[in-house]
């Protein structure tokens, strides 16, 4: 499962012209699932988003995590994240999980991400999404569980 995490002083989800998650200062995590990923993985990569210390402290140095800072966390399904793009010009998705499996490991991951961090947002599996952010930095790091 990999998380391309980008620190914002705001994001936002738009589905059908309508607002469906938004956060301030915090974290925008596009969540790319590959067909061998597991429920484990999907608490593995939630714990690693929230304690990662990308924020800094007093001293401008990144010490600080998410959970430090109590920040919000934006989740976003994207598939396109785990395509294959070494060879050719067309991107290959076979690593990715199928539709279904996909949407209900997505669905454990926001749900687990609710349970245990609350300022927790999220975009919709399968929808149509229009995201906008505004990159604090700008600073983005790829994580894999």
């Keep these: 499962m990999l998380g391309l995490i980008q620190l914002v002083k705001h994001a936002e989800v738009v589905v059908d012209n309508k607002t469906i998650g938004a956060i301030d200062r915090g974290i925008l995590a596009l969540i790319g699932i590959e067909k061998t990923d597991t429920e484990k993985n999907a608490e593995k990569l939630l714990e690693k988003i929230i304690q990662y210390r990308i924020f800094n ?59 245990h961090y609350p300022h927790t947002a999220t975009g919709r599996f399968g929808a149509h999404m229009q995201v906008s952010l505004c990159n604090d930095g700008p600073v983005t790091f790829l994580l894999k569980a």
């Design 57 to 115: 402290d007093e001293n401008g140095k990144m010490n600080l995590s998410l959970a430090t800072i109590q920040g919000g966390l934006l989740l976003v399904p994207q598939f396109t994240l785990v395509a294959e793009t070494q060879k050719g010009t067309r991107p290959g998705f076979s690593l990715g999980m199928p539709p279904e499996e996909g949407k209900r490991l997505f669905d454990y991951l926001t749900h687990y991400a609710t349970q």
